[in-house]
């Protein structure tokens, strides 16, 4: 069984700069021992349910102990026959396109 959970949280009343709040999630995040991928507007976790939703509740609590107002979007996508797929759905897309997929090109 494999949960893809993404989700992206951050504070709504500490100015346009939020680098170093987010960089505490990521810490508990690595921390957690769960697949991820960080990218511009998030992050992606693979694991259980219970353990994915644990890591966001961490981030949560860490996040409201210095902060008045925390906004966060979750969305999941729940597979009852596959895990690795934080690789595997990649690896799809790169395949129908007959070639490695880059997200740095410009």
Known sequence: MSTLLEFSM??????PSLGRYVARSI??????????????MGTILEGD?????AVVQECYDRMRKDCARITCSIKIDYRQDG???I????????RTL???FDSKKT
Do not use: N
């Open 10 to 15: 951050s504070p709504m009343d500490k100015g």
């Open 27 to 40: 810490e508990i995040v690595e921390r957690s021992g769960l697949p991820f991928r960080l990218h511009a």
């Open 49 to 53: 349910f219970g353990q994915c939703m």
């Open 83 to 85: 895990d690795g797929r």
């Open 87 to 94: 690789e595997t759905k990649v690896a799809s897309i790169e």
């Open 98 to 100: 007959g070639r490695t």
